[in-house]
């Protein structure tokens, strides 16, 4: 089980030089770990992509490139990251809402092996981007189930969204699909649910979309080699030490071994959550309205997660001894606080009125599961403040430093 918690020497290694303190330290070695941890109960001939989307830089594609089938994208920018940053072997598969015509000559030029289409126009656009090509391209329908599904965080089928193609309408894209010579149907693609953290649950709804796959193909004659059933394995940010029982989900979906379909994989937050921490240096300490705050160098600007889902993230007191100034040190003991960060706005928030037994300005605040969804969907230059250090420890694949 890897959780990364900030080491002496990492700490140090972040704030070398950085005064105050503001960075990602990532574990590549614990990364690694992960994706052996989840891949090893999977039977034989099940593919565990990596969703780039969770977290793309590529010092984390080359780290998991070894220890995961591929990459599933959601952009012909992720396409180039990943051809950029693992080479042309990595198998990738490509999804997500909104596609166009571009993307679809960049998946071919690049070696995409599958689309995943997710409308009818795009089913329509695919074909005729494959015909002008003059190739054959791979699809698996979307679906974006008729029933609500209980459970998750956050919901991407089985409900009004814009993902997929809503269940009703898949006979009309099978239809559609046999008048599209340049695209060969291969099966169907389910991504309904993120953070399930009821792995019983996933296993039950996962067993349902296969049902519902198979039953597709045998009412229109198809031929089903793969079913993915998308990513969504959850993480717990109210309790670090939490897994999802990847064990009890194989052992539940996969009562027997079984040849056919194919059954596919492509976790992001999973994968990515728990390997790294974002350190923030405590530079004031206040009280507003009879609250204590501190305030951080470093927010959402860089972290967006807690604040764009709403919870108190979780996090360690990193004490520091060293106190430079002449005037006593300021500090807040057993009490309730809100850390803060560097932003114009009350909405600068990573954890609100929780417990401190101690904290003095100059401390660090490392907040933890912070490798997932924090930096790449956060909006970097709001204010132009100066980037975090993004450090990455762990050798390399040949056994040099990353
Ligand atoms: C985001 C996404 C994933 C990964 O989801 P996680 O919840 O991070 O595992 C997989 N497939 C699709 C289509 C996605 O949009």
Redesign the pocket.
Known sequence: MTLYRPSPAHIAAATRGADPACAFLHDLDALRRQAETLRRPLPPGVDFFY?V??NNDPRILQALAPHVSGF?V?SAGEILRVREAVGPQARIVM??PARTADDIRTLLAQGVERL?VESLHMLRLADAVAREVGTVLPVLL?VNLTGPVPGAT?T?GGAATQ?GIEQGAIPDAIAILRDCPALRFEGF?F?TV??DRDAAGHAALCAAQLALARDWAATHGLDLRIVNL????GVDYADPDWRFDTDAFARALFPLPDAAPRVQF??????AAYHAAYLCEVVDLKRAHGRAFALLRGGTHHFRLPSSWGHDHPFVVLPRAAWPHPWPRPDITGERLTLAGELCTPKDILARDVRVERLRIGDRIGFLMAG??GWDISHHDFLCHAHPQRLFFGAGPDGSAA
């Open positions: 969703a989307k969770a599933e959601a999804g997500g995943h979307r956050l991407m993902f693609h991504h993120s953070n998308g990513g969504g394995w492509e976790c992001g937050r999973i994968v997932a969804y």
